[in-house]
Every structure is written in structure tokens, then in C-alpha cells.
């Protein structure tokens, strides 16, 4: 079954205590994202990447941090997290668009995070 | 500053009912426009898309109508069901990969 799984899918954790949630799509797609939906705001992209290694800042980046060391994982790393990061986050990924084509974008079961 | 600004912020129809969700964008660099349909506890799931060279796009219950003039898109469900109660996020989309998302809408479809 082709999915994104996250993990934790729930998280309470203090202000500065690092923490990493966990993202994996068995699809083989080039193209991952990270978001955070907050009410009112809808989705907005935190990071991207577009293959291994290769990785941009999306919209909002402030306080965030990711890696792609394999294809197939883009976990989000929160070094210091603050109570403003309180959210819902959402990992997506798809295939990588060429030539302008647009790609069914697949998310996750999304993580909620509250940080006291 | 939302480069898709989308409303209204909720709406409740009767069963049977129209549910009508209206977006509007700025950038006419944008050339993809979709609809993800979010249930509560999910991630959202591509529901139905349109490009700009057409003016609808018809799948089941679900229509697209775009006005490229406006800059204006909108979601129109018809004989809306309690099933079809969800949020609705319209976004848009220019090199291909990236969204630009607009607030969302959440439906309720009363029985």
C-alpha cells in the first residue's frame, strides 16, 4: 500500500528539548515536504526537498531543521522547540515535477505537537 | 499576507444540498489549482484538480469552475451528504511541486 507514515502521530514536550519526528514514504518519490497547519493559516510549507541531499527552505523555516540522507525518510528536527511551534505538522511527498507537470502530492497522517 | 485566500471559513448545508467554496489568487504565475479534502485525524487527500486552459472540470458530485479573468476558482459539491463533511483546502501551485495553500473551509452537512 503506498502511504507516508510519521511518527509520533502525538507529542508534548517542554520549550529547548530537542526533538525529531520521523517521516517515510514508500512511494519512491524525489519530492518531500514538511507543513504545519495552524487554524485560519491552512498549510503552510516549512521545508522541501527535492532528492537526497538536496534540500530548501520553504515558507516558514524559522526554528526548524531537516535532512535527506536516503530517498525514502525527511525527518523534521525542531532543535529548540518553543510554544509558537505548537501546531499540526504534516509531511507530504510526490514525484518530482519536469517540464512544469503537477503531481498528486500524498501527506501523511499528520503529527500534533505542543510544546509547554 | 495568504497568496490564496479562500472562503467562507465554515458552512453547514442540508443534505441534498450545494456546497459552494469560493478561492482567489493573486499570482498569475500559478498554473495548477487543487482541492484536498481533509477528514478529522487524516492528512489531506487530493480530492480533484484544474488547470488554467479550462473553465471546469467535472468529477461525480465534485466541480471546479475557474475564472482566469477573476483570478477566482471555487469547489461547487452537489447533493452534498453528511459523508462530505470534512475541510476543504483550495491551493495553487506554479513550478510543479510547491502549494500554496488557502485557509480552509470546514463543511458540515446536516442530515
Known amino acids: 500500500e503506498a502511504q507516508v507514515t510519521q511518527n509520533p502521530r502525538y507529542l508534548i514536550t517542554v520549550t529547548g528539548k530537542k526533538l525529531t519526528v520521523t517521516c517515510s514514504q514508500n512511494?519512491?518519490?524525489?519530492?518531500m515536504s514538511w507543513y504545519r497547519q495552524d487554524p485560519g493559516l491552512g498549510l503552510r510549507q516549512i521545508y522541501y526537498?527535492?532528492?537526497?541531499?538536496?534540500?530548501d527552505k520553504g515558507d516558514v523555516p524559522e526554528g526548524y531543521k531537516v535532512s535527506r540522507k536516503e530517498k525514502r525518510n525527511f525527518p523534521l528536527i525542531l532543535e529548540s522547540p518553543s510554544p509558537n511551534q505548537t501546531s499540526l505538522y504534516f509531511c507530504?511527498?510526490?514525484?518530482?515535477?519536469?517540464?512544469?507537470?503537477?503531481?498528486?502530492?500524498?501527506f501523511g497522517p499528520g503529527t500534533r505537537l505542543t510544546v509547554t | 499576507q495568504q497568496q490564496v485566500k479562500q472562503s467562507p471559513q465554515s458552512l453547514i448545508v442540508q443534505k441534498g444540498g450545494i456546497s459552494i467554496i469560493n478561492c482567489a489568487y493573486e499570482?498569475?504565475?500559478?498554473?495548477?489549482f487543487p482541492w484536498y479534502q481533509q477528514f478529522p485525524g487524516k492528512g489531506p487527500a487530493l480530492l480533484i484538480a484544474?488547470?488554467?486552459?479550462?473553465s471546469e472540470k467535472k468529477e461525480g458530485r465534485f466541480t471546479i469552475s475557474f475564472n482566469k479573468s477573476a483570478k477566482q476558482f471555487s469547489l461547487h459539491i452537489m447533493d452534498s451528504q453528511p459523508g462530505d463533511s470534512a475541510t476543504y483546502f483550495c491551493?495553487?501551485?506554479?513550478?510543479?511541486?510547491?502549494?500554496?495553500f488557502g485557509a480552509g473551509t470546514i463543511l458540515r452537512v446536516k442530515s
Open positions: 507530504a511527498s510526490s514525484s518530482l515535477s519536469r517540464d512544469r507537470g503537477h503531481y498528486e502530492q500524498y
Open positions: 512511494m519512491n518519490h524525489e519530492y
Open positions: 526537498s527535492m532528492n537526497v541531499e538536496v534540500t
Open positions: 499570482n498569475t504565475a500559478f498554473d495548477y
Open positions: 484544474i488547470r488554467p486552459d479550462v
Open positions: 491551493a495553487a501551485s506554479k513550478d510543479g511541486n510547491k502549494l500554496v
